[in-house]
């Protein structure tokens, strides 16, 4: 496929996980797919999702059924770059919404997807995870802030 082909796909894949509908957003991920995403963010903790999910099956289960419950409003996505070369598209975007627990959320990210045949094979997330932490789950304890890193040092 073109890099504009690819990049049409994944424009077209986030329509369809804002559509929620099972089959659509399935059509977007090859059957063996793979999403990861850091290790222990803070979505992924508050809805119980592993950060590697594997298999189209487990990623429309968390689009469809687990994202909406903690993105409960006022869910919009603004892309900011769309580049791609050969079948790796990146994308750079902003989510805006609501959460479940009434904070706004507001945070940037960055995919790197890898296609097959105009489908999403591979998806690697980065985003600000700190900043996520704090809208889904909250700061830490004034005591822990406070300490800042533990170090430890060998005698």
Known sequence: M????????????WKAFASRDPQRVRA????DAEWLAPKDNATG???GFTDHMIGSDTIVR??????????VADVSVDFTHLLCEGDTVVLEM????????GRHYDNDYCFIL????GRIAR??????TQKGRR????????DLRAAGPSIAVPA
């Open 2 to 13: 073109t890099p504009e082909q690819n990049k049409r796909a994944v424009v077209d894949a």
């Open 94 to 101: 902003r989510l805006q919404a609501t959460l479940a627990n």
């Open 28 to 31: 977007a991920f090859t059957d």
């Open 135 to 142: 809208s889904v789950i909250g700061d830490l304890p004034a």
């Open 123 to 128: 998806m690697r997330e980065y985003m600000d």
């Open 114 to 117: 890898e296609l097959r045949e």
């Open 62 to 71: 968390f689009l469809v059924e687990a994202f909406p419950k903690l993105f």
């Open 45 to 47: 903790v508050a809805l």
